[in-house]
């Protein structure tokens, strides 16, 4: 089964719907009914069939998927004790998309440095196994194939040049800042995935919620389901919460902002970098400027360690895949994309067939809140509406590639329900 989304919507245009509640008051929030569930298609098939569907389900996102729902399958097969060069290989497949992602929306405010950017993203990519844009680095229990020294080498000398070019970005992010739109602070909690040590970790192994800059709750992957419930289950728009608050106070947000608001980046720069966010306007294109600073230094860091790793040689991508051994669990794979947390939740008996999977996106968590900023921007006047309600999609940042589209050519149509 295949899905082409352009033959189900426009990606280039959006549509925004106003509607009044009980008081007369009008609401606005983006219309994701095009936007299908994919969770189905998973059911019925073998785990290792499920694996190479979610190197395909999204274009835009392919590697959040691929490693989430490896991460679900190394739950499933009981291999979640990967070896620490495998862990290495998945990470620097992640961080590179998560450079590519944001290397984009660089390329306005400095070219040269955007594809500078995007340029070593690409290696990333390569160097961890996968040099197309649909990847096939990991597989249950580790990685195809380790890093190629020499490649490493070649990425690490890359990156000093980088890392400037991304403080070059965050320092642009910070001074068009004060001529962003400005919303208020979103009242519900923050929610990203932190490491072992407490700090955000975009690969991490735990769930930190945060309100106000203030630990709520921390939790492990396996209790996904008790933590987080689905207002509307199945639907486009499922409205997602936190179960002990509710569907309304427990609504959330994801992403660069909420990665950035749930503790102190473990890395130099980016961390100065966030003390001026956090005590600043908040806004989503500096943090994902702050955030691909971090990563890049991340990868400094990871690379040496890679290296120090196979110098030592002797060393196994993953154990035999003859025949992996699946038991008959509930599982969640998570990883903190570049949009924020995507969560593949799947279901297998002991042959391994999925008999049920739920796929939460980020825009689908991040639509309440986006609801919110689209309500706050119709209230403006009409010259600067249209300006608002695009700023309120760049800011929420929909899975759409019209979260991208140059200021005035978002194509957004807004219908007004009475």
């Given at each position: ?39 189905g ?11 190479k ?32 060069e ?16 944001h ?11 955007g ?6 993203s ?5 160097v961890?196994?996968?040099p197309?844009h ?27 040049a ?46 930190r ?7 709520w ?16 289950p ?18 959330y947000?994801?992403?660069p ?21 956090l ?8 943090a994902?400027?702050?955030?691909t ?9 990871l ?25 008959e ?17 799947y ?9 049920s999977?739920t ?19 119709i209230?403006?006047e ?15 940042d ?21």
């Amino acid at each position: 089964m295949k899905i082409n989304l352009d033959e189900i919507i426009d990606p280039m245009q959006g549509r925004v719907v106003i509607s009044p509640d009980s008081q007369g008051k009008s609401h606005a929030h983006f219309d994701l009914q095009g936007l299908p569930r994919i969770d189905g298609m998973l059911v019925g098939k073998s785990a290792l069939e499920a694996l190479k569907m979610t190197e395909h389900l999204c274009g835009i996102c392919p590697v959040a998927h691929h490693l989430a729902g490896i991460r679900a399958l190394d739950a499933l097969s009981g291999n979640t004790e990967i070896s620490r060069e495998a862990e290495l290989t998945r990470r620097l497949l992640h961080y590179g998309s998560v450079v590519e992602t944001h290397s984009l929306r660089f390329l306005r405010q400095d070219r040269d440095s955007g594809v500078r950017l995007k340029k070593v993203s690409k290696q990333m990519l390569v160097v961890a196994g996968s040099p197309g844009h649909f990847p096939v680095t990991a597989i249950p229990g580790g990685v195809r194939n380790l890093p190629n020294i020499e490649d490493l080498q070649n990425l690490q000398a890359e990156l000093p040049a980088v890392i400037a070019s991304a403080e070059k970005l965050c320092e642009l992010a910070f001074n068009k800042q004060s001529h962003a739109e400005v919303f208020s602070q979103f009242a519900g909690a923050d929610l990203a995935l932190i490491n072992e040590d407490g700090n955000p970790d975009i690969f991490g192994t735990r769930v930190r919620a945060a309100r106000a800059g203030s630990t709520w709750k921390e939790f492990d992957f396996e209790e996904w389901n008790q933590q987080v419930a689905e207002e509307n289950p199945g639907a486009p728009a499922p409205h997602p919460y936190l179960s002990a608050l509710g569907p309304v106070p427990g609504r959330y947000r994801v992403g660069p902002v909420a990665q950035l608001s749930v503790g102190d980046l473990p890395s130099e720069l980016a961390s100065k970098a966030q003390a001026r966010w956090l005590a600043g306007g908040r806004d989503a294109a500096s943090a994902r400027a702050i955030i691909t600073l971090h990563v890049l230094e991340k990868t400094v860091e990871l690379v040496s360690e890679l290296l120090s790793l196979l110098e030592l040689g002797e060393l196994e991508a993953c154990p035999p895949q003859e025949q992996v051994p699946f038991q008959e669990v509930v599982a969640t794979g998570l990883v903190d994309g570049p949009r924020g947390l995507l969560a593949h939740t799947y279901r297998s008996d002991s042959q391994g067939i999925i008999t049920s999977a739920t796929i939460l996106t980020p825009t689908a968590q991040n639509e309440p809140w986006l609801a919110d900023l689209l309500t706050e921007a119709i209230d403006r006047e009409d010259v600067v509406r249209q300006a608002a309600l695009e700023q309120s999609i760049r800011e929420a940042d929909p899975c759409l590639p019209l979260s991208s589209a140059p200021e005035g050519q978002m194509g957004l149509r807004v219908d007004t329900q009475h």
